[in-house]
């Protein structure tokens, strides 16, 4: 049983859009929230992180927005390109606890 | 460089056939995993170690045996495969069990075919 919801399970984006792929959770002792980036061929990368006592950060292009209230996070990509094609998976883990739980991954394709 | 290394990358066996994939970090990680990757399911954590000699069962344990005797390599042992553990498979390490939460580094992954 998956701890951490994730959809949708593919997109197709043009180059220059935006990608959004949202998260739900359940357990509210989750207390950090990775999201990994998974390209073919390749093992998992962490692309980017936020801790539940803040709503939002940014890294580049990549928005990771979080609402505490809804049990929910989301990754954004913003003006998607074609190397951002990619699986990604979302995750969070317990507190006090070594281990993450993922996300089923969500396979993003950017259309040149 | 830093890296996880995984060995074979690719293998197809069959069923009841004892088989083992290596893996080896050489960040000096004490926490190290191994996750299986299946469609619509993400990736599912299989065993753990959190350093020498301790080791402890993930989500989805049944089937396999880990062994943690030096601190960079956490071999993953299937005693008798079966087609059910067909799978993408992928060793991860961390710098240390608190350290799990910000950042694990994967390994390239070990494509298993049971036939």
């Known amino acids: 049983q998956q701890q951490v919801k994730q959809s949708p399970q593919s997109l197709i984006v043009q180059k220059g859009g935006i990608s959004i792929i949202n998260c739900a959770y359940e357990n509210t002792a989750f207390d950090y929230f990775p999201w990994y980036q998974q390209f073919p061929g390749k093992g998992p990368a962490l692309l980017i992180a936020i801790r539940p006592d803040v709503s939002e950060k940014k890294e580049g292009r990549f928005t990771i927005s979080f609402n505490k209230s809804a049990k929910q996070f989301s990754l954004h990509i913003m003006d998607s390109q074609p190397g951002d094609s990619a699986t990604y998976f979302c995750a969070a883990p317990l507190r006090n606890d070594y281990k993450l739980s993922f996300g089923a991954g969500t396979t993003v394709t950017v259309r040149a | ?115």
């Open chain 2, 1 to 115: 460089e830093a890296q996880v290394t995984q060995n074979p990358r690719y293998l197809i066996t069959v069923t009841g056939k004892k088989l083992t994939v290596t893996c080896s970090q050489n960040m000096n990680h004490e926490y190290m995993s191994w996750y299986r990757q299946d469609p619509g399911l993400g990736l599912r954590q299989i065993y753990y170690s959190m350093n020498v000699e301790v080791t402890d069962k993930g989500d989805v344990p049944e089937g396999y045996k880990v062994s943690r005797k030096e601190k960079r390599n956490f071999p993953l042992i299937l005693e008798s495969p079966s087609p059910n553990q067909t799978s993408l498979y992928f060793c991860a390490s961390s710098l240390s069990a608190d350290r799990v939460k910000e950042t694990q580094y994967f390994g390239p992954g070990t494509r298993l075919l049971v036939l």
